[in-house]
């Protein structure tokens, strides 16, 4: 059976490996990166309308250190939207894709709100609050949790590896060697994410068409 190295953060890791399995694959779960949350972090909610999630773990971290329920939600996409529900929020809306998709979600939304709150990570990706206040929305965020690196080797004997982020891709990079690289095939799921693989001569990276989980798993199918 064809192998698939895993290398997102738990527990979303432990999702996509189960809709690899469902592919026919075999999945190898190998984080590269652990999700540590801000316990510390000062969330400041006076003038804020509405929140802004990037991921499920900015929805957990903030949830572990704000009640704010109450507030209306928008989320980077279904997993994200799915956690907020969990967490227990009841305006909840998903938009499809990555964030700067959902800052043009928020800015479409009607009534438009002003007073926007993102609880992020130490190192985002991207900049929701730049993006959103391009489009005139007032927004600040918060720091509620950091990723950091995982202490491990590459996995040995598997054939593609699956990348969900830029940040997981370059330590990726470093944990193959460029021998090791020549006989994979490495699926990201964005252009940003892709970029740190080409580094390596890989037998084939192959980008997701739309920046999602589902583009990215179609992707096995090639």
Do not use: N
Request: avoid cysteine; aromatic fraction near 4%; charge should be negative.
């Amino acid at each position: 059976m064809r192998r698939v190295w895993i290398t997102r953060t738990q527990p979303q890791a432990d999702a996509t490996a189960a809709r690899v399995r469902a592919k026919g694959w075999e999945p190898v779960v190998a984080p590269v990166l652990t999700v540590r949350p801000v316990t510390d972090a000062a969330v400041d909610l006076t003038g804020i309308e509405a929140l802004a999630f990037t991921s499920a773990a900015g929805v957990r971290a903030f949830a572990d250190v704000s009640q704010a329920g109450g507030l209306s939600v928008f989320a980077v996409g279904e997993a994200t939207a799915e956690a907020a529900r969990a967490a227990g929020f009841a305006d909840v809306r998903a938009s499809s894709g990555d964030v700067e998709t959902l800052a043009a979600f928020i800015a479409d939304a009607s009534p438009k709100p002003d007073g926007i709150l993102a609880p992020t990570a130490r190192e985002p990706a991207a900049d929701i609050v730049a993006l959103l206040a391009a489009r005139g929305i007032s927004a600040r965020s918060v720091v509620v949790y950091e990723t950091v690196p995982v202490e491990i080797a590459a996995p040995v004997q598997i054939d593609t590896v699956l990348v969900h982020s830029a940040r997981a891709a370059g330590l990726v990079a470093r944990l193959i060697t460029a021998d090791g690289a020549s006989a994979l095939t490495a699926l990201a799921i964005s252009e940003a994410a892709a970029a740190p693989l080409r580094t390596l001569p890989f037998a084939r990276i192959l980008v997701a068409p739309f920046p999602g989980e589902a583009s990215l798993i179609d992707l096995l199918q090639g």
